[in-house]
């Protein structure tokens, strides 16, 4: 059973263009979770998507970031217009079930982004 | 909003030491708790999840405990080697996991 697969592993990016992360979840797993790790900072929730529905995109910014979980194919988060403070590990987690309970998230490896 | 905070921030032991991480959470409201581990440049490896029902969690070296009514959990780790040296990190799942900063360990051989 393979892991979570996240690509690319490193993007680069110069301002002003689109960045497209993708994340496949495990074999089973219908509940995806984003999360960022800025430079020198913790990991950071982002937005928990069930197939074709976003649940929570508390931690979400409110403009130029967007994630989609479509019915076939994988997660998409989505950065449009890039700046340089959107330089950052981004990592998809998925999970069997909702949250609650024993519902472990598993991590894929994250995209590095970076912006010039 | 809840806080997730992790002491000490960064640990250098020789090998063989047993060692304890702790961590601790504003809200008590929560799921589970999960310990992972993440090397330089890596992901995120999961190591123990102990549900909010649950005081402890065994997996080899490891043993993660719970009490939820202080909001503290501690990660112990036994007979400490080398290649346990990582960034340890704690998360408490109440809808999405809020993670601490880390604790840097480093085990000298």
């Known amino acids: 059973n393979a892991g979570v697969m996240q690509n690319p592993r490193h993007l680069v990016r110069r301002r002003g263009q689109e960045a497209r992360l993708r994340c496949s979840p495990m074999k089973g797993h219908s509940h995806v979770y984003w999360y960022r790790q800025l430079p020198e900072e913790g990991l950071k929730f982002m937005v928990y998507l069930q197939k074709e529905n976003i649940i929570d995109e508390s931690g979400m910014p409110k403009e130029r970031f967007s994630a989609e979980f479509p019915k076939e194919g994988p997660s998409i988060l989505r950065i449009q217009q890039v700046v340089r403070g959107d330089s950052a590990a981004y990592f998809c987690?998925?999970?069997?079930?909702?949250?609650?309970?024993?519902?472990?998230?598993?991590f894929g490896p994250g995209t590095r982004l970076t912006v010039l | 909003k809840q806080e997730v905070t992790q002491i000490p921030a960064a640990l250098s032991v020789p090998e063989g030491e047993n060692l304890v991480l702790n961590c601790s959470f504003t809200?008590?409201?929560?799921?589970?708790l999960q310990w992972f581990r993440q090397d330089p440049g890596k992901g995120l490896t999961s190591l123990l999840l102990?549900?909010?029902?649950?005081r402890e969690q065994t997996s080899g070296r490891l043993n993660a405990s719970l009490d939820k009514s202080s909001g503290r959990s501690t990660l112990y780790i036994a007979a400490s080697q080398p290649g346990d040296s990582a960034t340890y990190l704690c998360?408490?799942?109440?809808?999405?996991?809020?993670f601490g900063a880390g604790t840097i360990l480093r085990v000298k051989s």
């Open positions: 998360a408490v799942d109440g809808n999405k996991l809020v």
């Open positions: 987690a998925s999970s069997p079930g909702a949250p609650g309970g024993y519902n472990e998230q598993f």
């Open positions: 102990i549900q909010s029902s649950q």
């Open positions: 809200d008590s409201a929560i799921y589970n």
